[in-house]
Protein backbone atom coordinates (compact mmCIF):
# COMPACT_ATOMS: atom_id res chain seq x y z
CA UNK A 1 0.00 0.00 0.00
CA UNK A 2 1.23 3.64 -0.83
CA UNK A 3 1.09 6.74 0.76
CA UNK A 4 -1.67 7.83 -1.34
CA UNK A 5 -3.48 4.96 -0.71
CA UNK A 6 -3.31 5.20 3.26
CA UNK A 7 -3.87 9.24 2.87
CA UNK A 8 -7.32 8.16 1.21
CA UNK A 9 -7.93 5.35 3.82
CA UNK A 10 -7.05 7.93 6.80
CA UNK A 11 -9.30 10.80 4.93
CA UNK A 12 -12.41 7.71 4.69
CA UNK A 13 -12.39 7.27 8.26
CA UNK A 14 -12.02 10.92 9.27
CA UNK A 15 -15.01 11.63 7.45
CA UNK A 16 -17.35 8.41 8.81
CA UNK A 17 -15.83 9.84 12.02
CA UNK A 18 -17.26 12.86 11.54
CA UNK A 19 -20.10 11.60 10.26
CA UNK A 20 -20.99 10.20 13.49
CA UNK A 21 -20.35 13.09 15.61
CA UNK A 22 -23.09 14.81 13.44
CA UNK A 23 -25.51 11.97 14.04
CA UNK A 24 -25.01 12.17 17.43
CA UNK A 25 -25.82 15.97 17.27
CA UNK A 26 -28.88 15.57 14.89
CA UNK A 27 -26.99 17.90 12.62
CA UNK A 28 -28.59 17.90 9.55
CA UNK A 29 -26.51 20.43 7.65
CA UNK A 30 -23.39 18.66 8.63
CA UNK A 31 -24.64 15.36 7.62
CA UNK A 32 -25.77 16.53 4.24
CA UNK A 33 -21.92 17.70 3.55
CA UNK A 34 -20.36 14.92 5.42
CA UNK A 35 -21.98 12.32 3.42
CA UNK A 36 -21.39 14.62 -0.12
CA UNK A 37 -17.92 14.69 1.26
CA UNK A 38 -17.59 10.52 2.19
CA UNK A 39 -19.10 10.27 -1.41
CA UNK A 40 -16.33 12.57 -3.54
CA UNK A 41 -13.98 9.86 -1.42
CA UNK A 42 -15.40 7.49 -2.72
CA UNK A 43 -15.44 8.53 -6.20
CA UNK A 44 -12.31 9.28 -6.32
CA UNK A 45 -11.09 5.76 -5.98
CA UNK A 46 -13.34 4.77 -8.48
CA UNK A 47 -16.07 3.02 -5.44
CA UNK A 48 -18.95 4.43 -7.86
CA UNK A 49 -21.71 2.37 -6.22
CA UNK A 50 -20.50 3.10 -2.95
CA UNK A 51 -20.18 6.80 -3.61
CA UNK A 52 -23.66 7.17 -5.10
CA UNK A 53 -25.34 5.55 -2.21
CA UNK A 54 -23.26 8.11 0.21
CA UNK A 55 -24.20 10.76 -2.49
CA UNK A 56 -28.26 9.45 -2.23
CA UNK A 57 -27.66 9.92 1.75
CA UNK A 58 -26.54 13.56 0.96
CA UNK A 59 -29.41 14.47 -0.91
CA UNK A 60 -31.65 13.28 1.63
CA UNK A 61 -29.93 15.13 4.67
CA UNK A 62 -29.49 18.46 2.21
CA UNK A 63 -33.39 18.62 1.97
CA UNK A 64 -33.65 17.73 5.49
CA UNK A 65 -31.75 20.67 6.07
CA UNK A 66 -32.92 23.13 3.35
CA UNK A 67 -29.18 23.31 1.51
CA UNK A 68 -30.21 23.55 -2.16
CA UNK A 69 -26.93 23.70 -3.03
CA UNK A 70 -25.66 20.89 -1.63
CA UNK A 71 -28.56 18.64 -2.59
CA UNK A 72 -27.92 20.06 -6.23
CA UNK A 73 -24.35 19.15 -6.43
CA UNK A 74 -25.01 15.37 -4.54
CA UNK A 75 -27.79 15.08 -7.65
CA UNK A 76 -25.30 15.52 -9.83
CA UNK A 77 -22.82 13.37 -8.40
CA UNK A 78 -25.60 10.65 -8.76
CA UNK A 79 -25.97 11.70 -12.05
CA UNK A 80 -22.10 11.23 -12.96
CA UNK A 81 -21.74 8.05 -11.03
CA UNK A 82 -24.77 5.57 -11.73
CA UNK A 83 -23.35 4.60 -15.85
CA UNK A 84 -19.86 3.60 -14.12
CA UNK A 85 -20.93 1.76 -11.34
CA UNK A 86 -22.71 -1.79 -10.76
CA UNK A 87 -26.59 -0.25 -10.97
CA UNK A 88 -28.42 -1.69 -13.45
CA UNK A 89 -30.05 0.54 -16.54
CA UNK A 90 -33.11 0.22 -15.33
CA UNK A 91 -32.61 1.16 -11.53
CA UNK A 92 -30.12 4.22 -12.56
CA UNK A 93 -33.42 5.41 -15.03
CA UNK A 94 -35.88 5.45 -12.45
CA UNK A 95 -33.30 7.43 -9.78
CA UNK A 96 -32.00 10.32 -12.95
CA UNK A 97 -35.66 10.73 -14.97
CA UNK A 98 -37.40 11.98 -12.15
CA UNK A 99 -34.27 14.33 -11.08
CA UNK A 100 -34.13 15.57 -14.44
CA UNK A 101 -37.78 16.12 -14.55
CA UNK A 102 -37.29 18.20 -11.47
CA UNK A 103 -35.03 20.43 -12.76
CA UNK A 104 -36.46 24.19 -14.11
CA UNK A 105 -34.85 25.78 -17.33
CA UNK A 106 -31.63 25.38 -19.20
CA UNK A 107 -29.43 25.46 -15.98
CA UNK A 108 -26.04 23.57 -15.04
CA UNK A 109 -28.32 21.79 -12.39
CA UNK A 110 -29.89 20.47 -15.90
CA UNK A 111 -26.80 19.43 -17.31
CA UNK A 112 -25.44 17.69 -14.79
CA UNK A 113 -28.51 14.95 -14.66
CA UNK A 114 -28.18 15.27 -18.25
CA UNK A 115 -24.58 13.89 -18.78
CA UNK A 116 -25.35 10.57 -16.45
CA UNK A 117 -28.66 9.95 -18.05
CA UNK A 118 -27.36 10.21 -21.68
CA UNK A 119 -25.13 7.56 -20.91
CA UNK A 120 -27.65 5.57 -19.19
CA UNK A 121 -30.28 5.93 -21.68
CA UNK A 122 -28.09 4.64 -24.42
CA UNK A 123 -26.42 1.98 -22.44
CA UNK A 124 -30.34 0.69 -22.56
CA UNK A 125 -30.69 0.63 -26.27
CA UNK A 126 -32.09 4.04 -26.49
CA UNK A 127 -29.25 5.40 -28.59
CA UNK A 128 -31.43 8.25 -30.20
CA UNK A 129 -32.72 9.00 -26.63
CA UNK A 130 -29.16 9.19 -25.36
CA UNK A 131 -27.63 11.36 -28.49
CA UNK A 132 -30.40 13.72 -27.75
CA UNK A 133 -29.74 14.16 -23.78
CA UNK A 134 -25.77 14.48 -24.55
CA UNK A 135 -26.54 17.22 -27.35
CA UNK A 136 -28.46 19.57 -24.96
CA UNK A 137 -25.97 18.31 -22.01
CA UNK A 138 -23.22 20.10 -24.27
CA UNK A 139 -25.57 23.14 -25.74
CA UNK A 140 -26.38 23.88 -21.78
CA UNK A 141 -22.39 23.87 -21.19
CA UNK A 142 -22.09 25.95 -24.13
CA UNK A 143 -24.31 28.63 -23.75
CA UNK A 144 -23.23 29.03 -19.97
CA UNK A 145 -19.98 29.27 -21.42
CA UNK A 146 -18.17 27.17 -18.97
CA UNK A 147 -15.33 26.51 -21.18
CA UNK A 148 -13.42 24.04 -18.57
CA UNK A 149 -17.21 21.56 -18.73
CA UNK A 150 -17.41 21.10 -22.74
CA UNK A 151 -14.86 18.86 -22.92
CA UNK A 152 -16.27 17.02 -20.59
CA UNK A 153 -19.66 17.06 -22.28
CA UNK A 154 -17.99 16.61 -25.58
CA UNK A 155 -16.51 12.87 -24.42
CA UNK A 156 -20.18 12.21 -23.08
CA UNK A 157 -21.45 12.46 -26.45
CA UNK A 158 -18.20 10.55 -28.12
CA UNK A 159 -19.71 7.81 -25.36
CA UNK A 160 -22.83 7.63 -27.20
CA UNK A 161 -21.28 7.71 -30.26
CA UNK A 162 -19.14 4.54 -29.69
CA UNK A 163 -22.37 2.40 -27.45
CA UNK A 164 -24.28 3.55 -30.99
CA UNK A 165 -21.63 1.66 -32.59
CA UNK A 166 -20.48 5.16 -34.78
CA UNK A 167 -16.93 4.93 -34.19
CA UNK A 168 -16.02 7.78 -36.26
CA UNK A 169 -19.02 9.98 -34.33
CA UNK A 170 -17.28 9.31 -31.37
CA UNK A 171 -13.36 10.18 -32.50
CA UNK A 172 -14.46 13.46 -33.77
CA UNK A 173 -16.19 14.24 -30.65
CA UNK A 174 -13.36 13.35 -28.70
CA UNK A 175 -11.03 14.98 -30.86
CA UNK A 176 -12.85 17.97 -30.25
CA UNK A 177 -12.93 17.86 -26.43
CA UNK A 178 -9.00 17.47 -26.35
CA UNK A 179 -9.40 20.90 -28.51
CA UNK A 180 -11.28 22.56 -26.15
CA UNK A 181 -8.78 21.64 -23.42
CA UNK A 182 -5.71 22.20 -25.30
CA UNK A 183 -6.97 26.11 -25.95
CA UNK A 184 -7.73 26.47 -22.18
CA UNK A 185 -4.89 24.59 -21.07
CA UNK A 186 -6.80 22.19 -18.52
CA UNK A 187 -3.69 19.74 -18.59
CA UNK A 188 -5.80 17.75 -15.95
CA UNK A 189 -8.68 17.36 -18.44
CA UNK A 190 -5.75 16.59 -21.51
CA UNK A 191 -4.22 13.80 -18.74
CA UNK A 192 -7.67 12.09 -18.12
CA UNK A 193 -8.61 11.44 -21.77
CA UNK A 194 -5.00 10.30 -22.42
CA UNK A 195 -5.23 7.79 -19.46
CA UNK A 196 -8.78 6.99 -20.78
CA UNK A 197 -11.87 7.75 -18.53
CA UNK A 198 -13.82 4.99 -16.58
CA UNK A 199 -16.03 4.17 -19.32
CA UNK A 200 -13.67 4.92 -23.19
CA UNK A 201 -12.82 1.43 -23.01
CA UNK A 202 -11.63 0.70 -26.06
CA UNK A 203 -9.16 3.60 -26.28
CA UNK A 204 -9.76 3.59 -30.47
CA UNK A 205 -10.24 7.38 -29.91
CA UNK A 206 -7.89 8.43 -27.47
CA UNK A 207 -4.65 7.82 -29.42
CA UNK A 208 -6.42 9.16 -32.65
CA UNK A 209 -7.05 12.14 -31.17
CA UNK A 210 -3.98 13.18 -28.84
CA UNK A 211 -1.98 12.29 -32.24
CA UNK A 212 -3.21 15.21 -34.19
Given amino acids: MNRGEISQD ?3 REALEIIA ?16 LYSTLLSSRGRESAAA ?5 AIAY ?7 REQRRARGSVAWTAPHGATPVSEAMAV ?7 TRGRGYERSQILQGLALVTAMGGDVTGGRMMATENLAIREELGAAVRIP ?3 FICSEVERLAGDLDAAAEHLRAAVDVARAIDETAVL ?3 AAGW ?3 KPRWGTSRALSR
Wanted: aromatic residues 4%; glycine residues 12%.
Fill in 21 to 36: AFETSGDLVGLGRGWM
Fill in 10 to 12: SAE
Fill in 62 to 68: SEQAGLG
Fill in 53 to 57: SAAER
Fill in 198 to 200: PTS
Fill in 191 to 193: CSL
Fill in 96 to 102: LEPMLAS
Fill in 152 to 154: VAR
